[in-house]
């Protein structure tokens, strides 16, 4: 049945991934580990959901400088 619908899904290289997605997911449904089927262009592939993002930010934090 449907439970859900893909809203954007692209490759993953830097995850060494074949490709990521979101998607929106009836809340009970929707628990982090669980196992989906995805229908992507008539062909149906295994997912699973996980916590975004799918990459930690990793921003620059400059020290913050003291006064004098």
Do not use: D, H
Not at 9 to 21: D, E, F, R, T, Y
Not at 25 to 50: C, D, M, Y
Not at 51 to 65: D, E, L, T, W
């Amino acid at each position: 049945r449907i439970i859900g619908k893909v809203t954007s899904g692209c490759p993953a290289p830097s995850l060494k991934l074949l490709n990521v997605g979101m998607a929106y997911v009836e809340t009970p449904l929707s628990k982090v580990g669980n196992k989906v089927n995805v229908n992507i262009r008539n062909r149906i592939i295994e997912a699973e959901i996980v916590k975004m993002p799918f990459v930690p930010a990793q921003y620059y934090k400059p020290q913050a400088s003291k006064k004098k």
